[in-house]
Each structure stands twice: as structure tokens, then as C-alpha cells.
């Protein structure tokens, strides 16, 4: 099955700096790549997806690159701001599959 | 946006006692539902994947008795805990999705369960 592995698990960065995390998947034959915003006690809501018929995506100030041959995709959030403050999860979903397998997350904090 | 709404949001019961936790689909058909269950400070965990008038399809380690999911319409799941026990307190979120648009998975509020 799908294996995500996703990093750093803890990021504190100074509000106004960017901050990029990263995911790596095993496999290839996966094509779609949410990405999933989950404040404290809260559901996670989908901030932005990517599929792998683009190699970049970008909304505001957040985007989504994705590398298939190195089987990775990374999320960057420029201009941090102190509500930006969550944890972050990526996942995958491999073709003609059913289920999401999501990354193990990661913590994020802006310092105003 | 597609909304999915999750009831109870908290619930406290004794040992031994069973538990239904209800997911709606609000504004779409969900053809396909999703179970998760989340420690603290720990991603979300796959318990089981629910097609609308099939069985549940569970997870590894995930134990079918106990956790009964039943996907009767294409906008209700509902899992039960069965005899629940302290260990099985977490929080347990839904998800749907919705067939006719496509890959995305948009999640419940949540269930916080408590077991005394």
C-alpha cells in the first residue's frame, strides 16, 4: 500500500517568513495530493490539492509543487501570519484506490 | 463548499456502554464515507472506508464487532462503539466524498468520545 512520510513534524518560523514542509510517497501510480490544515480540536480542512498532471499550484499565498519521478510534493506558505498557526498534513491517493493515506503532520507555529 | 456535519461533538458514557456517532453529508451525495480516529498530537488513523449499501471495508487491527459502521443512505454513516471501554476514548472524525465531483475528502467537526 501507500506509504507517506512527511517532514519536519515541528516548524516554528517568524511571522512574515516562509515555511515549506515536505512529503515523500511510494507510490507511483498515486495522482491526487490534498493538502489538509487542522487547528486544535477542529476538523482538517482542505487548503489546497495538486494533481499529477501539474507540476505546481498556487493560491494566494499558499502553493503546492509536486515532483513524480522524485515522488514528492511540498507545501510553502509565504508571508506567515500568526493564524497560519495549526498543524499541516499531506496525503496521497493512488489510482482506482479508495483511500487517502495521510502524512504523520506537522505542527506549525508563527512567531509574531 | 461541501459540508459534512458529525453528531455528537462530545460524548461521555460509562464502560461497558455503546456509543452511535452519526456523519452527514449536508449538501452532496457521498458514495463513499471514511472513519478516522486521532490520539493527541497523532495524524489520522484509517479505521474504515464505507460504500453506501455495502459492508464496510475495515483496516488492519481495526476489530469489525466492535466498531459497527453502517452506510444505509448517500448521506448517513453512523459507527457505534460497542461496549466501549476507556481505551477506545479518542476523537473520532468522518469523512465524505463526494462521487459525481471527484477525489476530495471533506471532513466532519468530530466526536470527542470519553470513556468513564
Known amino acids: 500500500g501507500e506509504n507517506v512520510e512527511q517532514h519536519p513534524s515541528t516548524l516554528s518560523v517568524q511571522e512574515g517568513d516562509s515555511a515549506v514542509i515536505k512529503c515523500t510517497y511510494s507510490?507511483?501510480?498515486?495522482?491526487?495530493f490534498p493538502w489538509y490544515k487542522q487547528e486544535l480540536g477542529k476538523r482538517p480542512q482542505l487548503i489546497i490539492d495538486?494533481?499529477?498532471?501539474?507540476g505546481e499550484k498556487k493560491d494566494q499565498r499558499i502553493a503546492v509543487t509536486l515532483n513524480k519521478t522524485a515522488k514528492h510534493f511540498s507545501l510553502h506558505i509565504t508571508e506567515t501570519q500568526p493564524e497560519d498557526s495549526a498543524v499541516y498534513f499531506c496525503a496521497a491517493l493512488g489510482r482506482g484506490y479508495q483511500k487517502v493515506t495521510f502524512g504523520t503532520g506537522t505542527k506549525l507555529q508563527v512567531i509574531p | 463548499g461541501a459540508v459534512v456535519s458529525q453528531h455528537p461533538s462530545r460524548v461521555i458514557c460509562k464502560s461497558g456502554t455503546s456509543v452511535k456517532i452519526e456523519c452527514r453529508s449536508l449538501?452532496?451525495?457521498?458514495?463513499?464515507m471514511f472513519w478516522y480516529r486521532q490520539f493527541p498530537k497523532k495524524s489520522l488513523m484509517l479505521m474504515a472506508t464505507s460504500n453506501e449499501g455495502s459492508k464496510a471495508t475495515y483496516e488492519q487491527g481495526v476489530e469489525k464487532d466492535k466498531f459497527l459502521i453502517n452506510h444505509a443512505s448517500l448521506t448517513l454513516s453512523t459507527l457505534t462503539v460497542t461496549s466501549a471501554h476507556p481505551e477506545d476514548s479518542s476523537f473520532y472524525i468522518c469523512?465524505?466524498?463526494?462521487?459525481?465531483?471527484?477525489?476530495?475528502?471533506?471532513f466532519g467537526p468530530g466526536t470527542r468520545l470519553t470513556v468513564l
Open positions: 507510490d507511483s501510480a498515486s495522482n491526487y
Open positions: 449538501d452532496f451525495q457521498a458514495t463513499t
Open positions: 469523512s465524505a466524498r463526494d462521487g459525481l465531483v471527484g477525489d476530495t475528502q471533506y
Open positions: 495538486i494533481r499529477s498532471n501539474v
